[in-house]
């Protein structure tokens, strides 16, 4: 019998502030083309996240949650940014209908909220980030990637 690999994953627990400093830090340190995923419950801080990550590549437009749209794109300075929210995707025919195959191959920083409505169709070798609430700590969020 083989033993499982044990593979350490990186965890902090972080308030709004030190989240967005994070965020700020780990834009900091994407190149294009990048695909990263966030996941996590309703109000885990995913486009929190986003707006921060966001923000750092130099972008002025102001990141907002998504009342219509699957599909947005900011410029920055250092090339486009583009942010998906999954949350209402309808399916996969859905998928391909807001350009999914383009986003694929988009010289940019792509981030997905809600990555599992896209189940199997993430590109491999993607950054992986997850949000968790904290019990009885409204004002932290367990980060893990
Ligand atoms: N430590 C924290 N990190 C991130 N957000 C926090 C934190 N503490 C409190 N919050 C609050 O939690 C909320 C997170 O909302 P946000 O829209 O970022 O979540 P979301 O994961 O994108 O949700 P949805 O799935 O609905 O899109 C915000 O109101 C934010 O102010
Ligand atoms: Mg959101």
Same mark, same amino acid.
């Given at each position: 019998?083989?033993?499982?690999?044990?593979?350490?994953?990186? /965890?902090?627990?972080?308030?709004?502030?030190?989240?967005?400093?994070?965020?700020?830090?780990? *834009?900091? *340190?994407?190149?294009?083309?990048?695909?990263?995923?966030?996941? %996590?419950?309703?109000?885990?801080?995913?486009?929190?996240?986003?707006?921060?990550? /966001?923000?750092?590549? #130099?972008?002025?437009?102001?990141?907002?949650?998504? *009342?219509?749209?699957? &599909?947005?794109?900011?410029?920055?300075?250092? %090339?486009?940014?583009?942010?998906?929210?999954?949350?209402?995707?309808? #399916?996969?025919?859905?998928?391909?209908?807001?350009?999914?195959?383009? &986003?694929?191959?988009?010289?940019?920083?792509?981030?997905?909220?809600?990555?599992?409505?896209?189940?199997?169709?993430?590109? /491999?070798?993607?950054?992986?980030?997850?949000?968790?609430?904290?019990?009885?700590?409204?004002? /932290?969020?367990?980060?893990?990637?």
């Amino acid at each position: 019998m083989t033993a499982a690999r044990e593979v350490p994953v990186p /965890v902090a627990e972080l308030n709004e502030e030190e989240l967005l400093q994070w965020g700020a830090r780990f *834009s900091l *340190s994407l190149t294009a083309p990048a695909f990263v995923t966030l996941s %996590g419950d309703l109000g885990a801080g995913k486009t929190t996240l986003i707006r921060a990550i /966001v923000r750092a590549q #130099g972008a002025l437009e102001p990141v907002t949650s998504q *009342s219509y749209g699957l &599909v947005r794109e900011y410029a920055s300075p250092r %090339g486009a940014v583009i942010h998906l929210d999954l949350y209402r995707l309808r #399916g996969p025919t859905e998928l391909l209908q807001i350009g999914w195959e383009d &986003v694929l191959r988009a010289q940019a920083i792509v981030l997905v909220e809600w990555p599992e409505r896209a189940e199997g169709a993430l590109p /491999v070798g993607h950054i992986a980030l997850q949000l968790a609430h904290l019990d009885g700590r409204p004002e /932290v969020r367990r980060l893990s990637w």
